[in-house]
Protein backbone atom coordinates (compact mmCIF):
# COMPACT_ATOMS: atom_id res chain seq x y z
CA UNK A 1 0.00 0.00 0.00
CA UNK A 2 1.28 3.47 -1.03
CA UNK A 3 2.64 5.76 2.07
CA UNK A 4 -0.42 8.70 2.55
CA UNK A 5 0.57 12.05 2.49
CA UNK A 6 0.03 13.90 4.99
CA UNK A 7 0.53 17.70 6.14
CA UNK A 8 -0.27 18.07 9.56
CA UNK A 9 -0.46 21.59 11.51
CA UNK A 10 -3.15 20.49 13.95
CA UNK A 11 -2.48 17.94 16.59
CA UNK A 12 -4.60 16.21 19.52
CA UNK A 13 -3.57 18.87 21.85
CA UNK A 14 -4.29 21.65 19.83
CA UNK A 15 -7.82 20.20 19.41
CA UNK A 16 -7.62 19.59 23.41
CA UNK A 17 -7.15 23.78 23.36
CA UNK A 18 -9.54 24.83 20.92
CA UNK A 19 -12.18 22.61 22.86
CA UNK A 20 -11.54 24.51 26.39
CA UNK A 21 -11.39 27.74 24.69
CA UNK A 22 -14.66 27.67 23.50
CA UNK A 23 -16.22 25.82 26.18
CA UNK A 24 -15.13 28.74 28.10
CA UNK A 25 -15.68 31.45 25.87
CA UNK A 26 -19.58 29.83 25.08
CA UNK A 27 -20.28 28.65 28.26
CA UNK A 28 -19.26 31.98 30.34
CA UNK A 29 -21.13 34.14 28.03
CA UNK A 30 -24.45 35.40 29.67
CA UNK A 31 -26.32 33.75 26.53
CA UNK A 32 -24.40 30.40 26.55
CA UNK A 33 -23.28 29.14 23.08
CA UNK A 34 -21.13 26.34 21.43
CA UNK A 35 -19.83 26.01 18.56
CA UNK A 36 -21.44 23.56 15.83
CA UNK A 37 -17.44 21.93 15.13
CA UNK A 38 -17.73 19.83 18.53
CA UNK A 39 -20.83 17.64 17.09
CA UNK A 40 -18.49 15.64 15.33
CA UNK A 41 -16.30 13.18 16.99
CA UNK A 42 -16.71 9.83 15.77
CA UNK A 43 -20.04 9.52 17.20
CA UNK A 44 -21.65 13.08 16.08
CA UNK A 45 -19.82 11.99 12.52
CA UNK A 46 -21.97 8.23 12.30
CA UNK A 47 -25.30 10.48 13.98
CA UNK A 48 -24.78 13.05 11.04
CA UNK A 49 -24.21 10.45 8.29
CA UNK A 50 -27.54 9.13 9.46
CA UNK A 51 -29.43 12.62 9.16
CA UNK A 52 -28.20 12.40 5.67
CA UNK A 53 -30.56 9.66 4.64
CA UNK A 54 -33.43 10.86 6.98
CA UNK A 55 -36.69 11.64 4.39
CA UNK A 56 -36.91 15.13 6.11
CA UNK A 57 -33.47 16.27 5.55
CA UNK A 58 -33.52 17.10 1.95
CA UNK A 59 -29.92 19.03 1.41
CA UNK A 60 -27.40 16.22 0.96
CA UNK A 61 -29.40 14.55 -1.65
CA UNK A 62 -30.48 18.17 -3.33
CA UNK A 63 -26.49 19.09 -3.20
CA UNK A 64 -26.24 15.66 -4.91
CA UNK A 65 -28.36 16.02 -7.56
CA UNK A 66 -26.56 18.93 -8.61
CA UNK A 67 -23.41 17.68 -9.23
CA UNK A 68 -24.82 14.46 -10.50
CA UNK A 69 -25.81 16.66 -13.35
CA UNK A 70 -23.34 19.74 -13.47
CA UNK A 71 -19.90 17.71 -12.81
CA UNK A 72 -19.20 18.22 -16.36
CA UNK A 73 -19.72 21.70 -16.59
CA UNK A 74 -17.71 22.21 -13.41
CA UNK A 75 -14.80 20.21 -14.52
CA UNK A 76 -15.25 22.09 -18.19
CA UNK A 77 -15.61 25.76 -16.59
CA UNK A 78 -12.59 24.98 -13.94
CA UNK A 79 -10.19 22.75 -15.81
CA UNK A 80 -8.89 22.39 -12.51
CA UNK A 81 -5.49 20.68 -11.91
CA UNK A 82 -5.95 20.53 -7.84
CA UNK A 83 -9.29 19.82 -5.94
CA UNK A 84 -9.30 21.08 -2.59
CA UNK A 85 -12.27 20.23 -0.21
CA UNK A 86 -12.95 21.93 3.11
CA UNK A 87 -14.55 19.36 4.92
CA UNK A 88 -14.96 15.12 3.99
CA UNK A 89 -12.64 13.53 1.31
CA UNK A 90 -14.85 10.45 1.00
CA UNK A 91 -18.19 11.63 0.33
CA UNK A 92 -20.38 10.26 -2.65
CA UNK A 93 -20.45 14.12 -3.85
CA UNK A 94 -16.49 14.49 -3.72
CA UNK A 95 -16.41 11.31 -5.90
CA UNK A 96 -18.70 12.95 -8.18
CA UNK A 97 -16.37 15.73 -8.59
CA UNK A 98 -13.46 13.56 -8.64
CA UNK A 99 -15.12 11.26 -11.94
CA UNK A 100 -16.08 14.55 -13.99
CA UNK A 101 -12.58 16.08 -13.17
CA UNK A 102 -10.47 12.96 -13.81
CA UNK A 103 -13.12 12.34 -17.06
CA UNK A 104 -12.20 15.88 -18.12
CA UNK A 105 -8.51 15.23 -18.15
CA UNK A 106 -7.01 18.42 -16.29
CA UNK A 107 -7.35 16.78 -12.72
CA UNK A 108 -3.66 15.86 -11.06
CA UNK A 109 -4.24 16.18 -7.12
CA UNK A 110 -6.80 15.92 -4.71
CA UNK A 111 -6.41 17.79 -1.35
CA UNK A 112 -8.48 17.17 1.37
CA UNK A 113 -8.33 18.95 4.96
CA UNK A 114 -9.94 18.19 7.90
CA UNK A 115 -9.45 18.06 11.31
CA UNK A 116 -9.19 14.77 12.56
CA UNK A 117 -5.99 12.84 11.13
CA UNK A 118 -7.69 9.82 11.76
CA UNK A 119 -10.92 10.47 9.83
CA UNK A 120 -8.96 12.37 6.89
CA UNK A 121 -6.09 8.87 6.83
CA UNK A 122 -9.39 6.82 6.00
CA UNK A 123 -10.73 9.25 3.33
CA UNK A 124 -6.85 9.64 1.75
CA UNK A 125 -6.84 5.91 2.10
CA UNK A 126 -10.09 5.12 0.07
CA UNK A 127 -9.80 8.13 -2.59
CA UNK A 128 -6.14 6.22 -3.15
CA UNK A 129 -7.17 3.44 -3.76
CA UNK A 130 -10.47 3.72 -6.17
CA UNK A 131 -8.26 6.61 -8.02
CA UNK A 132 -4.73 5.51 -8.44
CA UNK A 133 -3.90 7.71 -11.03
CA UNK A 134 -4.36 10.84 -8.49
CA UNK A 135 -2.12 12.58 -6.22
CA UNK A 136 -3.53 12.30 -3.03
CA UNK A 137 -2.41 15.20 -0.41
CA UNK A 138 -4.24 15.20 2.80
CA UNK A 139 -4.10 18.32 5.19
CA UNK A 140 -4.74 17.64 8.79
CA UNK A 141 -6.02 21.36 9.76
CA UNK A 142 -8.56 23.51 10.25
CA UNK A 143 -10.25 25.58 7.71
CA UNK A 144 -10.30 28.76 9.73
CA UNK A 145 -6.85 28.41 10.22
CA UNK A 146 -5.00 26.75 8.32
CA UNK A 147 -5.92 28.17 4.29
CA UNK A 148 -2.61 29.47 4.00
CA UNK A 149 -1.15 26.65 4.09
CA UNK A 150 -2.68 24.71 1.36
CA UNK A 151 -0.53 23.04 -1.37
CA UNK A 152 -1.69 22.24 -4.84
CA UNK A 153 -0.97 22.79 -8.66
CA UNK A 154 -2.54 25.77 -10.32
CA UNK A 155 -5.47 26.18 -11.27
CA UNK A 156 -6.57 25.46 -8.12
CA UNK A 157 -10.89 24.68 -6.82
CA UNK A 158 -11.98 24.74 -3.59
CA UNK A 159 -14.91 22.99 -2.59
CA UNK A 160 -16.96 23.86 0.26
CA UNK A 161 -20.37 21.49 0.02
CA UNK A 162 -23.32 20.82 2.42
CA UNK A 163 -24.26 24.00 3.44
CA UNK A 164 -21.68 24.31 5.97
CA UNK A 165 -21.05 28.14 5.07
CA UNK A 166 -24.67 28.81 6.84
CA UNK A 167 -22.85 27.94 10.12
CA UNK A 168 -20.49 31.22 10.48
CA UNK A 169 -22.05 34.59 11.69
CA UNK A 170 -22.63 37.18 9.18
CA UNK A 171 -19.22 38.92 10.05
CA UNK A 172 -17.51 35.70 10.57
CA UNK A 173 -18.58 34.34 7.35
CA UNK A 174 -17.36 37.19 5.50
CA UNK A 175 -14.13 36.95 7.33
CA UNK A 176 -14.06 33.38 5.62
CA UNK A 177 -15.01 33.96 2.38
CA UNK A 178 -11.98 36.47 2.38
CA UNK A 179 -9.41 34.27 3.51
CA UNK A 180 -10.42 31.55 0.57
CA UNK A 181 -10.00 34.06 -1.55
CA UNK A 182 -6.60 35.33 -0.32
CA UNK A 183 -5.26 31.92 -0.59
CA UNK A 184 -6.42 31.37 -4.08
CA UNK A 185 -4.28 33.38 -7.48
CA UNK A 186 -6.38 35.40 -9.92
CA UNK A 187 -8.76 33.18 -12.08
CA UNK A 188 -8.40 29.92 -9.64
CA UNK A 189 -12.19 28.89 -8.49
CA UNK A 190 -14.32 28.41 -5.49
CA UNK A 191 -17.47 26.05 -5.42
CA UNK A 192 -20.05 26.72 -2.79
CA UNK A 193 -22.66 24.86 -1.55
CA UNK A 194 -25.56 26.85 -0.05
CA UNK A 195 -28.90 25.97 1.31
CA UNK A 196 -31.60 28.28 0.13
CA UNK A 197 -34.72 30.05 2.02
CA UNK A 198 -37.90 28.05 1.90
CA UNK A 199 -40.89 27.54 3.84
CA UNK A 200 -40.84 27.68 7.73
CA UNK A 201 -42.49 24.10 7.76
CA UNK A 202 -39.58 22.13 5.46
CA UNK A 203 -36.80 23.81 7.13
CA UNK A 204 -38.05 22.90 10.72
CA UNK A 205 -38.59 19.40 9.57
CA UNK A 206 -35.02 19.04 8.79
CA UNK A 207 -33.60 19.72 11.83
CA UNK A 208 -36.06 18.00 13.91
CA UNK A 209 -36.55 14.84 12.70
CA UNK A 210 -39.19 12.23 13.81
CA UNK A 211 -36.94 9.72 14.74
CA UNK A 212 -35.09 12.32 17.20
CA UNK A 213 -31.72 11.63 15.18
CA UNK A 214 -31.20 15.23 15.13
CA UNK A 215 -32.08 15.50 18.83
CA UNK A 216 -29.54 13.06 19.64
CA UNK A 217 -26.20 14.93 17.47
CA UNK A 218 -27.38 17.88 18.93
CA UNK A 219 -26.95 16.71 22.29
CA UNK A 220 -23.74 14.59 21.15
CA UNK A 221 -21.96 17.98 21.91
CA UNK A 222 -22.12 17.40 25.62
CA UNK A 223 -20.92 14.21 25.41
CA UNK A 224 -17.80 15.63 23.39
CA UNK A 225 -17.41 18.42 26.46
CA UNK A 226 -17.40 15.12 28.69
CA UNK A 227 -15.05 12.92 26.88
CA UNK A 228 -12.49 16.08 26.07
CA UNK A 229 -12.69 18.24 29.13
CA UNK A 230 -13.75 15.58 31.62
CA UNK A 231 -17.48 17.21 32.44
CA UNK A 232 -20.09 15.85 33.78
CA UNK A 233 -22.91 17.02 31.63
CA UNK A 234 -25.77 14.35 31.68
CA UNK A 235 -26.92 14.91 27.80
CA UNK A 236 -30.36 13.25 28.45
CA UNK A 237 -31.26 16.78 31.11
CA UNK A 238 -31.42 18.72 27.72
CA UNK A 239 -33.69 18.75 25.17
CA UNK A 240 -33.34 19.71 21.32
CA UNK A 241 -34.57 22.57 20.18
CA UNK A 242 -34.72 24.00 16.83
CA UNK A 243 -36.75 27.19 14.96
CA UNK A 244 -36.29 29.11 12.16
CA UNK A 245 -35.50 32.53 12.25
CA UNK A 246 -37.02 34.71 9.90
CA UNK A 247 -35.48 37.62 10.78
CA UNK A 248 -32.13 36.39 10.64
CA UNK A 249 -33.32 33.60 7.89
CA UNK A 250 -31.65 30.70 9.89
CA UNK A 251 -32.19 27.82 11.63
CA UNK A 252 -31.33 27.98 14.99
CA UNK A 253 -30.42 24.90 17.36
CA UNK A 254 -30.66 25.09 21.08
CA UNK A 255 -30.11 22.84 23.80
CA UNK A 256 -32.77 23.63 26.63
CA UNK A 257 -32.29 22.15 30.24
CA UNK A 258 -35.01 20.72 31.32
CA UNK A 259 -34.15 21.79 35.38
CA UNK A 260 -31.69 23.47 37.20
CA UNK A 261 -28.42 22.10 37.86
CA UNK A 262 -24.60 22.65 37.69
CA UNK A 263 -22.33 20.92 35.60
CA UNK A 264 -18.11 20.52 36.68
CA UNK A 265 -15.95 21.16 33.88
CA UNK A 266 -12.59 20.60 35.02
CA UNK A 267 -10.64 20.37 32.07
CA UNK A 268 -11.70 24.19 31.26
CA UNK A 269 -11.38 25.21 35.19
CA UNK A 270 -15.25 25.86 35.23
CA UNK A 271 -18.31 25.17 37.20
CA UNK A 272 -21.08 26.51 35.49
CA UNK A 273 -25.29 26.92 36.54
CA UNK A 274 -28.17 26.15 34.36
CA UNK A 275 -30.96 27.66 35.32
CA UNK A 276 -34.46 25.67 34.45
CA UNK A 277 -35.45 26.19 30.88
CA UNK A 278 -32.12 27.75 29.86
CA UNK A 279 -30.63 27.39 26.40
CA UNK A 280 -27.67 26.90 25.18
CA UNK A 281 -27.10 28.04 21.06
CA UNK A 282 -25.49 25.21 19.41
CA UNK A 283 -25.66 25.92 15.59
CA UNK A 284 -26.86 28.46 13.22
CA UNK A 285 -27.48 27.17 9.68
CA UNK A 286 -28.39 30.29 7.60
CA UNK A 287 -30.58 29.68 4.60
CA UNK A 288 -29.09 32.28 1.21
CA UNK A 289 -31.16 33.45 -1.52
CA UNK A 290 -29.15 34.01 -5.07
CA UNK A 291 -28.79 37.53 -4.95
CA UNK A 292 -27.46 37.65 -1.35
CA UNK A 293 -24.89 34.80 -1.68
CA UNK A 294 -23.39 36.29 -5.19
CA UNK A 295 -23.20 39.84 -2.92
CA UNK A 296 -21.26 37.90 -0.39
CA UNK A 297 -18.99 36.85 -2.79
CA UNK A 298 -18.44 39.61 -5.10
CA UNK A 299 -17.29 41.69 -1.53
CA UNK A 300 -14.73 38.40 -0.75
CA UNK A 301 -12.86 38.94 -4.03
CA UNK A 302 -15.27 36.61 -6.19
CA UNK A 303 -17.57 36.46 -9.68
CA UNK A 304 -20.08 33.76 -9.69
CA UNK A 305 -19.96 32.63 -12.88
CA UNK A 306 -22.23 29.97 -12.69
CA UNK A 307 -25.42 28.96 -10.65
CA UNK A 308 -27.42 26.00 -10.10
CA UNK A 309 -30.37 24.48 -8.58
CA UNK A 310 -31.59 21.12 -7.76
CA UNK A 311 -34.78 20.73 -9.72
CA UNK A 312 -36.94 21.92 -6.82
CA UNK A 313 -34.69 24.85 -6.01
CA UNK A 314 -34.04 23.73 -2.48
CA UNK A 315 -30.00 24.03 -2.68
CA UNK A 316 -27.61 25.90 -4.71
CA UNK A 317 -23.95 25.73 -5.84
CA UNK A 318 -21.65 28.37 -7.00
CA UNK A 319 -19.00 28.64 -8.90
CA UNK A 320 -17.21 31.60 -8.31
CA UNK A 321 -14.17 32.61 -10.36
CA UNK A 322 -11.36 34.50 -7.72
CA UNK A 323 -11.24 38.03 -9.78
CA UNK A 324 -8.26 40.98 -9.20
CA UNK A 325 -8.26 42.10 -5.66
Not at 92 to 102: G, N, Q, S, W
Not at 277 to 287: D, F, H, L, P
Request: no cysteine; net charge negative; proline share 3%.
Amino acid sequence: MTELDLDVHHSESDITEQLRADVRAGLEADQKWLPPKWFYDARGSELFEKITALPEYYPTRSEREVLAARGGEIAASSGAHTLVELGSGSSEKTRLLLDALTSHGTLKEFVPLDVSETALAEAAEAITADYPSLEVRGVVGDFTRHLDLLPGDRPRMVVFLGGTIGNFLPADRATFLRSVREVLGEGEWFLLGTDLVKDRETLERAYDDAAGVTAEFNRNVLHVINNGLGANFDPAAFDHVSYWDEENEWIEMRLRARESLTVDIPGAGLQVKFAEGEYVRTEISAKFRREGIAAELAEAGFSVEKWWTDSESRFGVSLARSVRG
